[in-house]
């Protein structure tokens, strides 16, 4: 069973407008990490956010924010006046103790960004 | 730049031979993952390795196989390649405490098997 769940495959809005992508998880452990992390055509993944399972606050990065939402299992990602470098392939992934804290992603989520 | 860095970034096999990819972790970190990323789909967990010991393995058969070295550097062996194994293999470091930091990606090695 697909335990993190990317329900967008693709995006595409036009430079200057906010963009949030979607994450939704499944975990029966009380300890987990949510990550984020962009895949650019290169390949490497470059990560974005780590957020653990007893820190609900919402956070801010620059252009980037994140909101945690245990009640709804969610982790969603929020651009906000995208630029077209944020075109790019974006995962959300989860980590948790029962699993030796191995990544496991979502299929991702692929935004263009147009100008 | 992550610091991990993997060779060779591309390689083509025949089927039913075996191939070894090689990662060279971030400088202070213990923990080696390997993934594979099949076209259009989320990186798949293989195996982590941490201190020299296998430290967990995802839905993958024996016939991959790693190693990690006293310098945190580590292989990936697959024997007996099969057309599916064409795939991008990622592998990442992190620093294993009390759960894992962030992990850092190499560029990954492009495997085509024909």
């Known amino acids: 069973a697909q335990k993190v769940t990317q329900a967008q495959t693709e995006i595409s809005v036009v430079e200057k407008e906010d963009v949030t992508l979607d994450c939704v998880y499944e975990?029966?452990?009380?300890?987990?990490?949510l990550f984020w992390y962009k895949q650019p055509p290169s390949g490497e993944l470059v990560f974005l956010i780590r957020?653990?399972?007893?820190?609900?606050q919402n956070e801010i990065s620059g252009r980037y924010s994140w909101n945690f939402q245990k009640s709804t299992s969610s982790f969603n990602f929020t651009i906000t006046a995208s630029q077209v470098v944020d075109s790019s392939v974006y995962f959300c992934?989860?980590?948790?103790?029962?699993?030796?804290?191995?990544?496991?992603f979502g299929k991702g989520t692929s935004l263009l960004v147009t100008p | 730049e992550t610091g991990v860095t993997q060779s060779p970034t591309h390689l083509i096999k025949t089927r039913g031979q075996q191939v070894t990819l090689r990662c060279s972790s971030q400088?202070?970190?213990?923990?080696v993952s390997w993934y594979q990323q099949a076209l259009g789909q989320g990186p798949q967990f293989i195996f982590q390795y941490y201190r020299e010991e296998e430290n967990g393995r995802g839905n993958f058969p024996p016939r991959f196989s790693g190693l990690q070295f006293p310098n945190y550097s580590s292989e990936l062996n697959v024997n007996a390649l099969e057309l599916d194994d064409s795939a991008l293999y990622l592998c990442a470091s992190s620093l294993f405490r009390q759960g894992n930091t962030e992990a850092f990606f190499g560029q990954g090695t492009r495997l085509t098997v024909v």
């Open positions: 957020r653990n399972s007893f820190d609900e």
């Open positions: 400088s202070g970190h213990n923990t």
């Open positions: 992934a989860l980590s948790e103790a029962g699993s030796g804290y191995a990544l496991n």
């Open positions: 975990t029966r452990d009380t300890t987990y990490y």
